[in-house]
């Protein structure tokens, strides 16, 4: 079983990881949607966050950028990230997921990276 979470602001991938209006967190299981639900995460500390997730079971997180400063957290929780998808709408999001055809904006994460 695998639990995807994207960020979500205006109905599409949140620009920042922590800066969403909720997560839609996807569960799979052989490749299709089981489930389907929306979770608010805590607004207070960006360092929370990869706990919130690992609380929540994720496996996976799908963001557009992610603060440097936290990436470790996420290998610390053993969950995936991937970073620099493009801004679309969530099911989109998981199609691709599905698909193993999620692509990274290469500019997007020199960005972080640098």
Request: net charge negative; aromatic share 10%.
């Amino acid at each position: 079983m695998k639990r995807i979470a994207i960020p979500v602001n205006n109905g599409m991938l949140s620009e920042y990881f922590d800066k969403c209006n909720h997560y839609e967190i996807f569960e799979l299981r052989d490749n299709y949607v089981v489930s389907d639900e929306i979770e608010v995460p805590p607004k207070d500390d960006l360092f929370s966050l990869p706990q919130w997730v690992a609380n929540h079971n994720i496996t996976d997180v799908v963001a557009y950028k992610v603060d440097k400063s936290i990436i470790n957290l996420f290998s610390k929780y053993k969950i995936n990230l991937f970073v620099g998808i493009a801004v679309q709408s969530p099911q989109l999001i998981v199609e691709a997921y599905m698909m193993n055809n999620l692509k990274s904006d290469e500019n997007i994460i020199s960005q972080i990276i640098a």
